[in-house]
Each structure stands twice: as C-alpha cells, then as structure tokens.
C-alpha cells in the first residue's frame, strides 16, 4: 500500500482553489444592495405605506379633517351659488369651488408635515435614516410623496363629499388620474415648504405659527375661490407665484372641463415639487444636529 496521498479528481468540490460558481446555489449569493438613487423607489414606498398603515390604525383623522371642506362647499357654496356674486363662467359656484377645497384641503395637510419630521428628530428617528446609504433626497422624496398619498385619500373624500352635493364632476378615469396626480404634486410640495421651514426654525412651536400664519394667505392668494379676473393687479402677481393657483387650474380643469392650461400647469408643479426637494434635502442636516 502507497503512502503517496491521492490526487483529487478534476471537478470535485474537494480540489484545492475550487469556489463555487455563484449561479450553482442563488440562495447561497446575497443579493447586491441598491444604492444611491436606486434606492428611491422603494423608499418613496416604503414612506407611504407607513402612511397607510397610520391610517389603517386611527382613521379619526381621515374623519375630522373631512368636517372643513365639507362645510365650506355646504355653507360657501351654497350661499355663493345662490348670490349669483360670483361670475364663474356659466358654471354654478358651488361646482366652481369644489376643486378649489380639494386643493385647499391638501395643502392643509402638507403645510404641517414638517411637524412630523421634528418630532422623528426629537426621537432618534432622523439621525437613524440619515446614516443609511439613502441619499438625503430619497428621504426627502418619499416623505413629500407620502404627505401626497395621505392628501389623496383626503381628496377622494372631498370629491365624495361634492358628488353627493349635486357638482357635476367627470368620472373619467384618465381625467382622475390626473387629479391624483395634481393632488400628489401639490402636497409634494408644500410639504417640502414645511420641511424646509423646519429646517430653519427647528421647532414645533415655531413651524405651527408659521404654518399658521401661510395657510391662509396662500388659500386667498390663489384662484381657488375666485376667478384671477376679479383679483386687484397685486393680488394677481401673487396668484401667478403662488403654486396652489396652478394646482387649482389643474384640478378644475380635469374635474370640470373648463378651459385651463394643463401643461403649464403640471410643468409648474413638477418644477416647485423638485425645488421643494431641493430646499429640504439641504436643510435636512441642520434639522438633525
């Protein structure tokens, strides 16, 4: 009997250098982590399905948020389409202003969405997310986007809500798309604006009277209530500036088939979500020191 040791066979899993092909076994090859804008996607998923499941859980928001926009096209709008005060153009008022409370109901949940990310600071949340490979305008990103999903489940209230007041809506589900897409954009980016002022003010308390303190005059600055015709000369620079006016013209647009200018319009929204985006990523490390 030989002492020589044996050679091994070509081929076998024993043979000195042999690594296995990583096709042999996938559940063996980790999968390659997504980096970088890659990443997104699915975090713009991941924030609305947190938004979602929020809902799931407590829908006494969904509810009372769902009281304001109701009494403005019950009382406004009725009283409005009765006074004839208004020229809207052939269409009765209360048709007229639904678009406009659905845009005005968005925004006052966006205004305020920067609330939430002072309090994820306050938790540990945000210093947490901001050492994760997701650059900070994903975060940013799915956020705004999240603030969008949430002002959309409060826009089809409104729109039920309107239908079941007699406004003659389109149901057209391209039309509807579009609206959704409209709503989405808009709280995009007022919800950037409220996340930039917090990263400027730092605090609740400071972000809620400054939140307060816009609403109002970025609702009556735009054409949500009356026609940019009837605006005095100054009033009317500001309805140009102002996003809300051209989420407005959108939406009345898509729900009413008035005359509008839907490029301009959604050209103008993608532009401000982007700059709001922008705005907020820059300010998200400050936010977090």
């Known amino acids: 009997m030989s002492g020589a040791p044996v050679e091994p066979r070509p081929g076998s899993a024993e043979a000195p250098g042999f690594v296995p092909h990583a096709r042999s076994d996938p559940l063996l090859t980790p999968p390659r982590p997504r980096t970088g804008w890659r990443m997104v996607p699915a975090r713009v998923g991941a924030m609305c399905v947190v938004e979602l499941q929020k809902l799931r859980h407590d829908r006494t928001e969904l509810y009372t948020r769902a009281v304001q926009p109701a009494l403005w096209l019950l009382i406004f709008g009725e009283t409005f389409t009765r006074l004839k005060a208004i020229p809207t153009g052939g269409i009765p008022y209360i048709d007229y202003l639904a678009p406009g409370i659905i845009a005005q109901s968005a925004m006052f949940i966006a205004i305020f969405y920067g609330i939430q990310i002072i309090w994820e600071r306050d938790a540990g949340i945000l210093t947490k997310l901001l050492v994760t490979p997701t650059p900070r305008a994903a975060l940013i990103t799915g956020k705004a986007f999240a603030a969008g999903v949430k002002a959309l489940i409060q826009a089809v209230v409104v729109i039920v809500i309107a239908a079941l ?4 809506l389109t149901w057209n589900p391209l039309r509807l798309l579009g609206v959704a897409v409209a709503v989405i954009l808009g709280s995009a980016f007022f919800s950037c604006l409220s996340m930039t002022i917090a990263g400027i003010v730092l605090t609740r308390d400071r972000l809620m009277g400054i939140g307060q303190a816009i609403t109002m005059p970025l609702f009556f600055g735009s054409n949500a209530l009356y026609p940019l015709a009837l605006m005095p000369g100054w009033l009317q620079a500001v309805s140009t500036a102002n996003p809300l006016s051209y ?8 729900l009413l088939g008035t005359p509008d200018h839907l490029v301009l319009d959604f050209v103008v929204l993608v532009l401000a979500a982007g700059a709001g985006i922008a705005a907020a ?3 998200l490390g400050r936010l977090a020191r």
């Not at 007041?165 to 003659?168: I, S």
């Not at 989420?247 to 898509?254: E, H, N, S």
């Open 165 to 168: 007041l007699g406004v003659g």
């Open 247 to 254: 989420q407005v013209d959108a939406l009345r647009g898509l």
């Open 281 to 283: 990523s820059s300010l």
